[in-house]
C-alpha cells in the first residue's frame, strides 16, 4: 500500500509537470499574438536593412545587445549572426568551420538584405576567448581590450578585402552593457 502511494504520488508529479510544461506554452502562445500588432505596426522596409551585426552567444549580454540596438534605433531592423567569441569565432583556426559560416552569413546578408554595414561587438569577460587563447584577459582590462582589439582589426581587414563596399564598426561591450568603439 505505502509503495503504491508513492507510486501514485509519483504519477502525480508527473502530470503536474506536463500540465505546467502545457501552461508555459499556452502563455508563450498570449506573448507571440500580444506582440504581433506592435510587430506589424513596424514600417516595411521591403527586404532590406544596413546593418549585419556579429556577437557572442553569451546569454548574460543578450539584453544588453538588443537595448544598444535598439538606442540606436535599429530594433528589429538589423541581421544578427552569432558566434561564441564574436570576432575570435569567426578568425580561430580552431573551428574553420565558424569563420565559414560567418563569410557566407556576411555574403546571404548582402545578397538578400543589401546591408551596407557590419558591426562587430565582441565583449569583456568573454569564455570562448578564455577557451581559444588559453588566458583569462578579465583581471587586466586595459589588456582585454588590447587583445580584443587585435581579433576585431584583424577580421576587419579581412572583410575590407573581400567587402570594400562594407563598413566596419568595433565594438567592445562590458558586462554591465556600457560599450566602447574601438578606433582601429
Ligand atoms: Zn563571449
Redesign the pocket.
Known sequence: MKHSTGHHHGCCQGEHGSRRGFLKLATLGVGVTLMAPMMMSRPARAGSVDTLLLS???YRLMGHVAGYMNARNMQANYDHVIL???SLGALTDKKPAWGDAFWDHVAVAKDLHHIKRLIVMD?RD????KVFLGMDLSPDPTREAEVHGQYLAKLKTMVRERHPDLEVELLLMGLDGQVEKLAV
Open positions: 557572442c552567444m553569451d561564441a567569441g564574436a565583449h568573454c569564455g570562448a576567448y
